[in-house]
């Protein structure tokens, strides 16, 4: 069975860094890309960027291009997002996702359960 | 990149037929098939519903249905059923490999 399984629910204090993880099973990791996906709270989906594991090719949004790093280990089949300087309003839930097919990107069809980002002081 | 275009809202009876729009620009959804929509209920984490503007994955009920003229791109839920009810997102190709979701439609069945 095709899956990703993020990591836990995290809280954290603003200034904080962090790195959630996303971990693929079931298919061939290096040749899929894995993206991320913001929903703050009773808000809508953003596209945050997407990486191939394969090669680390990475692409961001403009919105978070600078904010966070997306990463992958291909080695142990799981992609990274990760901050250095929590703020407030990185509050959110954080979904990873795959595309239907391996080396395009055009649309996710696997997501990952989520992870739940709270930042408070 | 702007988010495209929704209706906050749409609602509809059972058996009823809804459609919801996503209204892009000439530089991504006019330019390219390259739209999809999810179904995303409460809690829960998004589920591909279209995919290249016409195309339903396996699984998905031919009661959903994709369209697009110019910048906009549509769905449309026939025989709108209790478990239809959610939010529904539009998503489209930009350009340099990024992409845009939609600002998100809650469908209420009455």
């Known amino acids: 069975e095709v899956q990703l399984v993020q990591s836990g629910a995290e809280v954290k204090k603003p200034g904080e860094s962090l790195k959630i993880s996303c971990e693929g099973s079931?298919?061939?990791?290096?040749?899929?890309?894995i993206g991320w996906v913001r929903q703050m709270p009773g808000k809508g989906l953003e596209w945050m960027g997407i990486?191939?594991?394969?090669?680390?090719?990475?692409r961001y949004s403009p919105s978070f291009q600078g904010l966070v790093t997306i990463s992958a280990d291909k080695s142990i089949s799981t992609a990274y997002l990760q901050w250095s300087s929590l703020k407030a309003s990185d509050t959110a839930m954080y979904y990873c996702?795959?595309?239907?097919?391996?080396?395009?990107?055009?649309?996710?069809?696997?997501w990952g359960q989520g992870t739940m980002v709270t930042v408070s002081s | 990149q702007s988010a495209l275009a929704q209706p906050a809202s749409v609602s509809g009876s059972p058996g009823q037929s809804i459609t919801i729009s996503c209204t892009g620009t000439?530089?991504?959804?006019?330019?390219?098939?390259?739209v999809s929509w999810y179904q995303q209920h409460p809690g829960k984490a998004p589920r591909l519903m279209i995919y290249?503007?016409?195309k339903r994955p396996s699984g998905v009920s031919n009661r959903f249905s994709g369209s697009k003229s110019g910048n906009t791109a549509s769905l449309t839920i026939s025989g709108l059923q209790a478990e239809d009810e959610a939010d529904y997102y539009c998503y489209s190709f930009v350009g340099s490999s990024t992409y845009v979701f939609g600002t998100g439609t809650k469908v209420t069945v009455l």
């Open positions: 996702a795959r595309p239907r097919l391996p080396g395009i990107h055009n649309v996710f069809e696997v």
């Open positions: 079931g298919y061939s990791f290096s040749t899929y890309w």
């Open positions: 290249e503007v016409t």
């Open positions: 990486i191939f594991p394969g090669d680390s090719d990475t």
């Open positions: 000439s530089s991504d959804v006019g330019t390219y098939n390259l």
